[in-house]
């Protein structure tokens, strides 16, 4: 069940049809199972898939731009944060991919020892 919520967020943001009641209404359905919240399980969701090169950059940093505003950013978690300001620096490099995937690794590695 988690997973389909994350993967219904991250088709939402895609999509460009997210807005403050469906990220709630998916929070609180996400809150009952898991440990941890939404917002750093999706940031790690779209880490995952652009380091394994399923999600392009663009895709992928699209996704995050997405959800912040809507998440809010005065409310939205560290992890999620972290995933957000990582792909935000390269949001003005000619050909990210590459250097964007290195610098994602690092995170999730970091996230992974933590």
Known sequence: MAQQLIEQLFRAAVARDL???ELASLASRYAHGASRDLLSDFAEFVAQRFVAGELDFLTANGAMNQVMP???FEDAPQRF???YVAFEEFETVADPDEQARLRIRKLLTGWNAA
Do not use: P, Q, S
């Open 19 to 21: 807005d403050r009641t």
């Open 70 to 72: 809507v998440a809010g």
């Open 81 to 83: 944060w972290e995933a």
